[in-house]
């Protein structure tokens, strides 16, 4: 591991610590696994430009993590098999995971579930 990747591992953690929500992942019926993610939920259109005319409205809720964090879940999800993180009280069904630049911060995309988390 390079000097790079220590200080970006250590960076991510410190801003999850500070600004991050419990998560939880049902990894199976009987095991769960709590975390920390960078938690998006848009409620509210984005202005795009100086025209009011112009909104992007963003829908989906997404939950960011770390290579360390949660290990396994990308590649259940990948094999299409149904995944579920408690955020805030309430359940999502991970829709799919895409990692960002780096290869080690991971992006899960949420849809709400009907139920209430566990």
Not at 33 to 47: A, H, I, M, R, S
């Amino acid at each position: 591991m390079t000097d790079f990747d220590n200080f970006a591992g250590q960076v991510f953690s410190t801003v999850t610590e500070l600004m991050g929500e419990n998560a939880v992942w049902q990894k199976s019926k009987l095991n769960q696994v709590e975390g920390k993610v960078l938690f998006k939920n848009p409620t509210e259109p984005v202005q795009i430009g100086d025209l009011e005319k112009h909104e992007w409205r963003p829908t989906q809720a997404t939950a960011e993590y770390y290579e360390d964090n949660f290990l396994g879940l990308k590649r259940k999800v990948d094999a299409k098999i149904p995944q579920y993180m408690s955020v805030r009280g309430k359940k999502y069904l991970i829709t799919d995971i895409t990692s960002k630049f780096d290869g080690k911060t991971y992006v899960a995309h949420l849809e709400p579930c009907k139920e209430k988390a566990q």
